[in-house]
């Protein structure tokens, strides 16, 4: 199985040898993916003006679009995009130039742009559009158009986190074990 992997500017995707990608997925430049992560079919991730790091046991689904935002005379760090570790990140999602922290879980469709934070144990609805250095308290489900905080998350809901992570570290190691 052929990786659809791409250096730029003499960067190229580091990935863990514990680590699922799909061969559909196309990972472009300075791109950093910890042990246990997965990238699964059609994502396309671009770290090539600025860097992309994804954390452990994190899970990016179907058809994602990662990106970055250059470095400025304005913005002299760009925004990088930074993902923690058990992040769930939905089918079809849109993270720009964003950090996310560690337990978060990205509703399909959900857009996440430029300079947003968004704190640890956070649930964020599909189709939610989180704007520009907007701060997401951790805790909350946010949802909406712009994002607004909906409700704190129920006890069990914040355990689903980590059990969503740990079901794709599963399922990527069934995807792995079948390519040997």
């Not at 052929?2 to 960067?11: E, H, P, Q, W």
């Not at 005379?73 to 990140?89: A, H, K, R, S, W």
């Not at 469709?109 to 947003?116: F, H, K, P, Q, V």
């Not at 994002?147 to 995807?175: G, H, M, T």
Request: glycine share 10%; proline share 4%.
């Amino acid at each position: 199985m052929t990786i659809n992997l791409r250096g730029y500017k003499g960067n190229f995707p580091e990935i863990d040898e514990q680590v699922y990608v799909d061969s559909s997925a196309v990972l472009v430049g300075e791109i950093m993916i910890a042990k246990d992560a997965s990238i699964w079919p059609l994502v396309a991730a671009r770290g090539d003006v600025n860097h992309i790091t994804i954390g452990e046991r994190t899970n990016i689904q179907d058809g994602t679009v990662l990106h970055v935002t250059r470095r400025s005379q304005q913005n002299p760090d760009g925004f990088p995009l930074i993902i923690g570790n058990d992040v769930t990140v939905g089918h079809h999602c849109m993270l720009h130039g964003c950090i996310l922290g560690d337990r978060i879980l990205v509703g399909m469709g959900a857009i996440i742009m430029d300079g947003a934070v968004i704190e640890d144990d956070v649930f964020i609805g599909g189709g939610t559009l989180v704007p520009p250095n907007k701060v997401l308290k951790s805790g909350f489900l946010y949802v909406g158009n712009p994002a607004r905080q909906a409700r704190p998350l129920k006890e069990s809901e914040i355990a689903f986190l980590k059990q969503s992570a740990i079901n794709y570290v599963n399922l990527k190691n069934d995807y792995l074990a079948e390519q040997t």
